[in-house]
């Protein structure tokens, strides 16, 4: 059974349009991040949440974001896409959030902005 | 500014030969290296990991190296195979939260 589940597999949206990307984490852990990955640029950090609580951010737009209803839930709203938000999107967890901790990372968004 | 560097961008070898990808850091407080791989169409996973106390560790054919001085490490892969191709990632942390990630090497191991 898969542990971290990512929802839709795939997204094809309009610029100008808002998404959401779904993410949960049945590893029982108590940090969760999100990750880009493009041709750009290879893996890039976005947001990284522990206890639910945000502790950090490498995201310049606002556009992005993170929203945590439940603990091993932590969903990402993009709005006002862009073509250049077109990448992969993973969405990974750990067991506290220290930089030690082993991140294990989900299957992907693969989102296309037309 | 970039804390990791990893070097060649891309890399290919023949079977049965060692492949050497190659990671640098400038934060001297840095003192946990993990390397991640990634196949394509998945999420990246970890494959091995060192601590700065340590210069060597060994997994089956993979052994990270690493030169605390020179603030260098390499990932050694011996005896290559098909199924090694894949994107590695370099990381490190240090004393916070934050895992720094490299941009990765692109290995291609050709039959």
């Known amino acids: 059974d898969p542990k971290i589940i990512q929802k839709p597999k795939y997204l094809v949206a309009v610029t100008g349009s808002e998404k959401i990307l779904i993410c949960e984490q049945y590893l029982g852990h108590n940090a969760m991040y999100w990750y880009r990955q493009s041709a750009k640029k290879p893996l890039e950090f976005m947001f990284s949440y522990s206890y639910q609580k945000l502790m950090d951010n490498q995201t310049a737009s606002s556009r992005f974001q993170p929203q945590s209803s439940k603990k091993n839930h932590l969903d990402l709203q993009i709005t006002a896409l862009k073509p250049d938000d077109s990448a992969t999107y993973f969405c990974a967890s750990s067991q506290e959030g220290w930089g030690e901790d082993t991140q294990y990372f989900g299957p992907g968004t693969r989102l296309l902005v037309l | 500014q970039q804390q990791v560097r990893q070097s060649p961008q891309s890399l290919t070898v023949w079977e049965g030969e060692t492949a050497i990808l190659n990671c640098s850091y400038e934060d001297s407080t840095f003192n946990y290296f993990p390397w991640y791989q990634q196949f394509p169409g998945e999420g990246p996973a970890l494959l091995i990991s060192?601590?700065?106390v340590s210069d060597k560790k060994e997994d089956g054919r993979f052994t990270i190296f690493f030169n605390k001085r020179e603030k260098k490490l390499s990932l050694h892969i011996t005896d290559s195979q098909p199924g090694d191709s894949a994107t590695y990632f370099c990381?490190?942390?240090?004393?916070?939260?934050?895992?720094?990630w490299g941009s990765g090497t692109k290995l291609i191991i050709k039959p």
């Open positions: 060192i601590r700065s």
């Open positions: 990381a490190a942390s240090g004393s916070n939260y934050q895992l720094i």
